[in-house]
């Protein structure tokens, strides 16, 4: 006669242990406030709670980030802007490593203009798409020399002459260098935080730049502009990368509705 056995459950199982998952700890180890948040169905935000939630998001960054500037390294306006042509689909740690001696063999506009494409070329080809980067900064340098005394612009209108800049170029040359808080860059990691952090509400997508800076200059003081697209890169950086951000030591968490829901 056959001894009847008893059933284990899964979880019981002889010789099985539990296995709880990285964002199962990150949530059993939250406070009970985190947790509430975390877990309760998010409604529709109102205008006012969007503001006071920027509010505290950019308090957290100045915390985080207190000397968050821009990482392109610069002795000039000129400089700034010849490194910031060349950032596009490049590493700022690869543009740093180009300019110096960059910036030697064209020490000023004057120079830069008078550069022969294909020396140019030769110098910047490691930043990538390095002919067109060099027909822009031909172009600019040429414009400066021809109609702004070989001196960069310190208006928008006037930066947006120039060969190879667009807004977000003239907004960091602006902002960084001329201190004028006139618009906000909007760059990859600047365009993907905002979206992960709810503060565009028109924006198609991450990519959608003139939108979501308008719906960041509408939300943060614009006192605040420049240092907050240098702390959104920083963080983009460091904590908030596209591929796997890490929501268990990010400073923003409490405020994102995209905590551990992302990566």
Known sequence: MKKAT?????????????????????RANQSPERKRRAGAPRAAETDSARRARAARILASLRVA??????ALRHGSALQLLVATILSA??????????????FRRYPDAAALAAAEPADLEAAIRSTGFFR??????LGMARL????????????MEGLLRLPGV???TANCVLGTWHGKNVGIVVDTHVGRLAVRLGLTTSARDSKDAEKIERDLMELFPQEWWTYLAHALIWHGREVCTARKPQCERCPLSL???????CG
Not at 65 to 70: H, K, S, V
Request: with cysteine; charged share 35%; aromatic share 2%.
């Open 166 to 168: 667009a807004r977000k």
């Open 65 to 70: 980030y207190p000397g968050a500037t821009c």
């Open 6 to 26: 008893k059933r284990r459950s899964n979880g019981a199982a002889k010789g099985r242990t539990s296995k709880r998952s990285p964002e199962r700890k990150r």
């Open 89 to 102: 689909q490049c590493t700022d740690e690869r543009v740093n490593r180009v300019t110096p001696d960059l």
């Open 255 to 261: 405020d994102c509705p995209s905590a551990g829901k």
């Open 144 to 155: 400066l020399c021809a109609e702004f005394g070989g001196q960069v612009p310190e208006t």
């Open 132 to 137: 067109n980067k060099a027909k822009s900064l």
